[in-house]
């Protein structure tokens, strides 16, 4: 081999060794950057909003709010829900979980304003995601139980009733009307949306 021959081959190793590490380097780069998106998302209340809720006037979510807040934000957003205004209620919730991810009460009204968007799915998710954080919140449980019962769902609907039951009092209007629900759900051959039909409970 000449001596130009091996300078040739000298120079070709070098550039086939730097293809090499920058495939690497690139490589790197986009599972670091992945990684990164990944934990980021993790601490964003990434709630979906509402067909009905589409035209929402809010431009941005506004400052956090501090605990006594929260408190106050909620009223408001319950009073917006139960008046039907499904816009300021799903803003109003959304910006409680911006400043409290953890706000298990959100979460859950958030759900009740999906299954008025008839979105059981993405209304189960978000009790889930509820009772994730508080396994005893009775309120999630019962509306859970709903869900599942108007997808058709006997079993799972029976065991979210079933959990709601041992945390109210057995002698309250919201118990009777899951033990019928129960009962009902129990009977072969009926459907599940027919027996059941739907329910609000009383301190909604």
């Not at 601490?43 to 809720?53: D, K, M």
């Not at 859970?144 to 209007?173: C, I, M």
């Not at 009307?177 to 009902?184: D, F, L, M, T």
């Amino acid at each position: 081999m000449t001596t130009r021959e091996n300078s040739e081959k000298v120079e070709e190793e070098p550039r086939s060794g730097g293809k090499g590490r920058l495939a690497i380097m690139l490589s790197s780069t986009l599972a670091v950057g992945f990684l990164l998106g990944y934990v980021a998302s993790a601490f964003v209340p990434l709630v979906p909003q509402p067909q009905s809720a589409a035209t929402s006037t809010s431009a941005a979510p506004g400052p956090k709010l501090s605990p006594s807040e929260i408190d106050s934000a909620l009223k408001a957003a319950h009073a917006s829900l139960e008046a039907g205004d499904l816009n300021a209620a799903w803003d109003k919730y959304h910006q409680i979980l911006i400043s409290d991810p953890g706000q298990f009460e959100a979460l859950t009204h958030l759900g009740v304003i999906m299954m008025g968007s008839n979105r059981p799915d993405e209304a189960i998710k978000l009790y889930d995601r509820a009772l994730s954080l508080n396994p005893q919140y009775a309120h999630a449980l019962f509306d859970k139980g709903q869900a599942l019962k108007e997808k058709g769902d006997a079993k799972g609907a029976t065991e979210a009733f079933q959990r709601f039951l041992a945390l109210v009092p057995s002698d309250s209007d919201d118990a009777k009307r899951v033990k019928g629900w129960i009962a009902e759900l129990a009977q072969p051959g009926t459907s599940q949306k027919e027996s059941a039909g739907t329910g609000t409970r009383a301190d909604h």
